[in-house]
């Protein structure tokens, strides 16, 4: 499978939102609800923001938010804070037991 | 708290074979799928491998199928994966990360800080 498409880098200032979108096709986000979103700091472990596509874990900041329409997924965070500086990456379901992730966007808070 | 500790990494040279391992610690290790995932320096994430939560299945990217090699010892709360024939193109950081959900549902909960693999000459 081909990686979902996230645009390479995003930014904001403190207080603004942002919304990272994640493009795949339809036999991965058009055909699942099932897509996770994940924050990366290089060197730690990656965390989870959201699934099934708009679900957020415990301890996540009610500031992230998913969503999607037809093959495009997107994560939207509000009141843009410092903390949140990072990489971001989507990831869907593929069929046959299989998972395909974005190529990452990195948000810059300025 | 979940901690999954990853090691095994190393620099190898193309064809040999190096093996990783995931150990798990603050959870009912066994109740969970758990995966492989890898990021190759400058890119993106990539899926590589899931084993279910009690080893009976298996499941592989088509990038590693026939060469890389998944298990878990429940009674150890250990993930492994044996990585043979190994190219230039598989050097990357390697995650081990907890499944919840399905075989096909579900997502990524619980993910280590990852360990570097380097293949070359």
């Known amino acids: 499978q081909s990686a979902l498409t996230q645009p390479a880098s995003v930014s904001g200032s403190p207080g603004q939102s942002i919304t990272i979108s994640c493009t795949g096709t339809?036999?991965?986000?058009?055909?699942?609800?099932?897509i996770s979103w994940y924050q990366h700091h290089p060197g730690k472990a990656p965390k989870l923001m959201i699934y099934?596509?708009?679900k957020r874990p415990s301890g996540v900041s009610n500031r992230f938010s998913g969503s999607k329409s037809g093959d495009t997924a997107s994560l939207t965070i509000s009141g843009l804070q410092a903390e949140d500086e990072g990489n971001y990456y989507c990831?869907?379901?593929?069929?046959?037991?299989?998972?395909?992730f974005g190529g990452g966007t990195k948000l810059t808070v300025l | 708290q979940v901690q999954l500790v990853e090691s095994g990494g190393g620099v190898v040279q193309p064809g040999r074979s190096l093996r990783l391992s995931c150990a798990a610690s603050?959870?009912?290790?066994?109740?969970?799928?758990m995966h492989w995932v890898r990021q190759a320096p400058g890119k993106g994430l990539e899926w590589v491998a899931l084993?279910?939560?009690?080893?009976?299945?298996?499941y592989y990217a088509d990038s590693v199928k026939g060469r890389f090699t998944i298990s878990r010892d429940n009674s150890k709360n250990i993930l492994d994966l044996q990585m043979n024939s190994l190219r230039v193109e598989d050097t990357a950081v390697y995650y081990c990360?907890?499944?919840?959900?399905?075989?096909?549902?579900?997502?990524?909960?619980?993910w280590g800080q990852g360990t570097l693999v380097t293949v070359s000459s």
């Open positions: 990360a907890r499944f919840t959900g399905d075989d096909s549902s579900g997502f990524f909960d619980y």
């Open positions: 603050g959870s009912t290790f066994s109740g969970h799928g």
């Open positions: 084993i279910s939560y009690d080893g009976s299945n298996k």
């Open positions: 339809s036999s991965d986000v058009g055909n699942y609800d099932l």
């Open positions: 099934e596509g708009s």
């Open positions: 990831c869907s379901y593929a069929g046959s037991t299989t998972w395909v």
